[in-house]
């Protein structure tokens, strides 16, 4: 590590592998990865444990974790500045989310939105793991004394609870953990479902018309935005009271094409209806994704060398993990091992 790298700020951030990265995913976390690589020390962590909160088939999430990471790298990702490692690669946030858990207290874990939303759609499967998914998402960030974490605005509630706890333990035994803040894009945070905005989109969601993903072929880009759900009357205008529907693809437009909504709004304001829009907004997002999708269609061939970066980001990883861990194993009283 240079000199510079070392006074730099420390950024960490995952996503799960869990169904395929969305255009959501992107604009509310990978965009600002991409940036924020530049200027901060950054981790950007394959959430494979986490994933196992829902019921997965072996095979479908051994081969996702790839796919991600070739995203992480197609998007913009760079694994030569970049940390980038698998969360079950790194034992490490195991161990440090069960001494949280002794921290972390059940009322807290129980107001968790994510918590509710996930019992609800997988009733039959409310295990353990759903209940302490932040406090494993809590040993993620503090294991690397992280400042920033790039996240949309569904995970500001996870990250508030993470900041109470490492305000608990520091406030026992010190200054042990940085207290990190989210880092949520002003534009972008929360990009909702095509055919129901109210609702985030969600990668895991059953109505695959929900969502557009990296990957989408464009002429299933095209069919799922003629099909997305748009408002009565006629205008191209930001409002997410009176037009969710338009507002969302707005946000969209001005994400892939970097115009900014105001201006998207005039350059449509004569428009009769919204059919052009629509098809706008499609070609937008096609162009955006293309290149992202060669590059990825190359980097996923050589899974040699995808293992290879998720070696070497174990490796780093482990080297900041384990100091952490150290610390907090000798203040909670464990002794050392001989
Ligand atoms: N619709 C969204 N708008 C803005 N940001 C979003 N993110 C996800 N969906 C949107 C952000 O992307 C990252 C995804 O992390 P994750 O997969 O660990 O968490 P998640 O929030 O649970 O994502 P999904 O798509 O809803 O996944 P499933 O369906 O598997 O639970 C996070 O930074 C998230 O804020």
Known sequence: MTMNESKKLNIFSGIQPSGELTIGGYIGAIKNWVTLQHEYQCLFMLADLHTLTVLQDPEMLRKRCYDFLAL????????????????????????????????????????????????KQHA???????????????????????????????QKQH????????????????????????????????????????????????NLHNFITLLDEPDTIRHKLKRATTDSGHEIRFNLTEKPGISNLLVLFSAVTDKTILALETSYQHANGYGQFKQDVSEAIIAFLSPIQSRYQALRKDETELQRILHQGALAAREKASATLKKVYTLVGLMEST
């Open 72 to 119: 992480y790298i197609a998007c913009g990702i760079d694994p030569a500045k970049n940390i980038l490692f698998a969360q079950s690669h790194v034992p490490e946030h195991t161990q440090l989310s069960w001494i949280l858990n002794c921290y972390a207290h059940m009322g807290e874990l129980n107001r968790m939105t994510q918590f509710k939303d996930k019992s």
């Open 124 to 154: 039959a499967n409310i295990n353990v793991g759903l209940f302490g998914y932040p406090v494993l998402m809590a040993a993620d960030v503090l294991l690397y004394q992280t400042h920033y974490v790039p996240v949309g605005e569904d």
């Open 159 to 206: 990250l508030e609870l993470i900041r109470d706890l490492a305000l608990r333990f520091n406030h026992r035994y010190g200054d042990v953990f940085t207290i990190p803040e989210p880092y949520i894009p002003k534009q972008g945070a929360r990009i909702m479902s095509l055919q129901d905005p109210t609702q985030k989109m969600s990668k895991s969601d059953a």
